[in-house]
């Protein structure tokens, strides 16, 4: 069964910084990645979608890197803001061993983000 | 003009009774998801339709019960709640099987 590791669990970053979250799969026959930011109370605001074709996705600061072969993403925020402080979510859709179903989107546990000013 | 929204937002109910949750998107969307988010925060899927048919049951007690009436609902109908059902639930849809999930902002339910 598909199984996502996010890594490390929270991470604490001074206003600034650019920092890098990292996403890893053990099914690597995936339909596509998305990542989401999840702030408390809320619900999940999609941040970006990478195809399985793809290499990567940028939108404005954010910047998501997709190796299927070696089961791994990884999200890049760039001169991050106070604002940019969120739980930030990794999740796959399909994978040979997810049921066969390609709507099936497979989360890991998160990553805490906080960017102090 | 909320994209997808799920009533209510809190739920606080005993055991043993049963009590639904209500979802709607206007995004025009084909395929809509129910979640379950745990004490841990870890997200799991438990049911999707797609235009009103069920394509995902996850191995979830038949105690759930999805109802889609049309594309634009799904709601959750749960039957003799118990503690463990205590959670974050979270409606969410797209646009077909290769587009961003919509997320609803939950609704908490806490069984006592």
């Known amino acids: 069964k598909q199984e996502v590791t996010q890594i490390p669990a929270a991470l604490s970053v001074p206003e600034g910084e650019n920092l890098v979250l990292n996403c890893s799969f053990t099914?690597?026959?995936?339909?596509?990645l998305q990542w989401f930011r999840q702030d408390p109370g809320k619900g999940l605001t999609s941040l970006l979608l990478?195809?399985?074709?793809?290499r990567e996705q940028t939108s404005g600061r954010l910047n998501a890197s997709l190796d299927k072969s070696s089961g791994r993403s990884t999200l890049y925020i760039a001169a991050s803001q106070p604002g940019d402080s969120a739980t930030y979510l990794c999740a796959v859709k399909g994978g040979v061993n997810s049921g066969g179903s390609n709507y099936k989107l497979t989360f890991g546990k998160g990553t805490l983000l906080t960017v102090n000013p | 003009d909320t994209a997808v929204s799920q009533t209510p937002k809190y739920l606080v109910t005993q055991m043993g009774n049963d009590k639904s949750i209500k979802c709607e998107q206007n995004l025009g969307h084909d395929t809509m998801y129910w979640y379950k988010q745990d004490s841990k925060k870890f997200l799991k899927i438990m049911f999707s339709?797609?235009?009103?048919?069920?394509?995902i049951n996850e191995t979830v007690p038949n105690r759930f019960s999805p109802k889609s009436p049309d594309k634009a609902h799904l709601n959750l109908h749960i039957n003799s709640l118990e503690l463990g059902d205590s959670a974050v639930y979270f409606c969410?849809?797209?646009?077909?099987?290769?587009?961003?999930?919509?997320f609803g902002n939950g609704t908490r339910l806490t069984v006592t």
């Open positions: 339709y797609n235009n009103k048919e069920l394509i």
């Open positions: 990478i195809q399985s074709s793809q």
């Open positions: 969410a849809s797209s646009q077909g099987e290769n587009s961003p999930l919509h």
């Open positions: 099914d690597s026959a995936i339909y596509n």
